[in-house]
């Protein structure tokens, strides 16, 4: 059934159970369920529903857009990119006269900086400041977890890939993807602690994710948003 509220409308299904409360749920596609006690009227579960209406509509956007795989990204003014975990628009300036392409965060804008107005000068500018940023965010969570280990990294590298999040060979060097930068600060601690504990443990044995868990309890919701967010992780 399908109900309409702010100027949107909602397909979503009802399903009557033996429980005590009313709950929506989500599948993997974007669909909306309800869950209702048997005899819950159809006016709790709209007013449930208009109660969360702007996040089960934002959840379930992105469930449908997830399923599209990662969307050839555009360059216009009012454009979202992620930065810290959050999406945040750019606002793209043409100025032939500057030194050098670059970005600049201001509160709540990316400002864009570019000698050509071209989509290939606006994304490396964007991705030199990914880089940048990402080194900065790591190296900085790098020295707050240093705490919890007796030896250091050897040397800290940011790096582009398509596979992995982190590495850490046998002599200790750490190499990180640029695009954690567009992760929140929790989960970027995350791999930074995943990498530090294979100074300790260079597989994946019990051992290795003992030491994990003991340094970030909760390492598997920080696992969770990666493999959720990848697809949009993307300049």
């Known amino acids: 059934m399908n109900h309409t509220y702010s100027g949107e409308t909602l397909h979503f299904t009802i399903k009557y159970k033996n429980r005590t409360s009313i709950a929506v749920y989500l599948d993997s596609y974007g669909n909306v369920e309800v869950q209702a006690p048997k005899g819950s009227s159809h006016e709790s579960v709209v007013l449930l529903l208009e109660d969360k209406w702007e996040v089960i509509l934002e959840k379930s956007k992105e469930k449908k857009d997830q399923l599209k795989g990662p969307q050839e990204k555009t360059y216009n003014h009012g454009d979202s990119f992620l930065y810290k975990g959050h999406s945040f628009p750019i606002d793209v300036h043409h100025d032939p006269l500057i030194p050098q392409d670059h970005v600049a965060f201001n509160s709540n804008t990316l400002y864009i900086h570019v000698k050509e107005l071209e989509d ?48 850490c060979n046998g002599k200790r060097q750490l190499t990180f993807n640029w695009k954690l930068a567009m992760a929140p600060q929790d989960v970027i601690d995350y791999v930074v602690v995943h990498e530090m504990c294979h100074m300790v443990h260079l597989n994946h044995d019990r051992s290795f994710w003992r030491l994990v868990g003991k340094i970030v309890p909760d390492y598997k919701e920080k696992e969770r948003w990666l493999a959720q967010s990848s697809w949009k992780m993307t300049v």
């Open 120 to 167: 290939e000068h606006i994304q490396q500018a964007l991705k030199r400041f990914y880089y940048k940023e990402c080194k900065a965010l790591v190296e900085k969570s790098i020295s707050s977890q240093q705490r919890h280990f007796k030896t250091k990294p050897r040397s800290v590298r940011i790096s582009e890939s398509k596979a992995t999040w982190g590495t």
